[in-house]
């Protein structure tokens, strides 16, 4: 069966440090990834996906950066973070190409994110 | 911007009853639409999810009623439990690019005990 990881589950950071969220997949290949932020009380914003290494697709112009260095692996990053970017971050990942569905999204546990 | 509308924004059920919440939707890029629940703290958790070539699709308690003609789609939970308490997001797809969604802003449910 697959399964998502993300770490670290929390993280307090001062404004203008650098960021790194990890997100791994287990039990499929060439999974779709995607990173979203979760404001407080509010809806899921897509930030970025991914259909493969090397392939990333920007939604929302911001302060942050992802990367795929590795089939399951995607990286969040910022090099110095703002107040605003505080939140939870959630990970998904859906089937690819002749895997199964790849309607169906999955997410991990979540990062929440206090910049101070 | 393309967006999905969901109400309630909270509801309050008592045990036993009927929860519903609904999406309404611009125009998608491909049709399928799915229903999260969110515990907090948690990531959402894929809870039923519709194509429309069918109005209705119902998987133990829960049921989703969709209306293509309209652009909607709802959430039935039938037979409500406190363990239902949870948050609530529908998402219909983007126009603007394969297998991504544009979620719903939620629904905070709350079953009475």
């Known amino acids: 069966s697959q399964t998502i990881h993300q770490w670290p589950a929390t993280l307090v950071q001062p404004v203008g440090s650098p960021l790194s969220l990890e997100c791994t997949v287990e039990?499929?290949?060439?999974?779709?990834l995607y990173w979203y932020r979760q404001a407080a009380g509010r809806g899921l914003q897509l930030l970025f996906y991914s259909v493969g290494i090397g392939q990333i697709s920007s939604e929302v112009p911001q302060n942050l950066s992802a990367s795929r260095p590795q089939d399951r692996q995607f990286i969040l990053s910022s090099k110095k973070l703002l107040l605003s970017d505080s939140g939870f971050y959630l990970c998904?990942?859906?089937?690819?190409?002749?895997?199964?569905?790849?309607?169906?999204?999955?997410f991990g546990p979540g990062t929440r994110l206090t910049v101070t | 911007q393309q967006q999905v509308k969901q109400s309630p924004q909270s509801l309050i059920v008592q045990k036993g009853g009927i929860s519903i919440i609904n999406c309404a939707y611009e125009n998608t890029a491909f049709d399928y639409f799915p229903w999260y629940q969110q515990f907090p703290g948690k990531g959402p958790a894929l809870l039923i999810a519709?194509?429309?070539?069918?109005s209705e699709k119902k998987e133990g308690r829960f049921t989703i009623s969709f209306n293509k003609s309209a652009k909607q789609f709802s959430l039935h939970i039938m037979d409500s439990q406190p363990g239902d308490s949870a948050t609530y997001f529908c998402?219909?797809?983007?126009?603007?690019?394969?297998?991504?969604?544009?979620f719903g802003t939620g629904t905070r449910l709350k079953v009475l005990a």
């Open positions: 998402a219909a797809p983007s126009t603007s690019g394969t297998y991504k969604y544009i």
């Open positions: 519709i194509r429309p070539d069918v």
């Open positions: 039990g499929t290949s060439n999974p779709n």
């Open positions: 998904a990942w859906s089937a690819g190409w002749l895997e199964g569905s790849p309607y169906e999204q999955y």
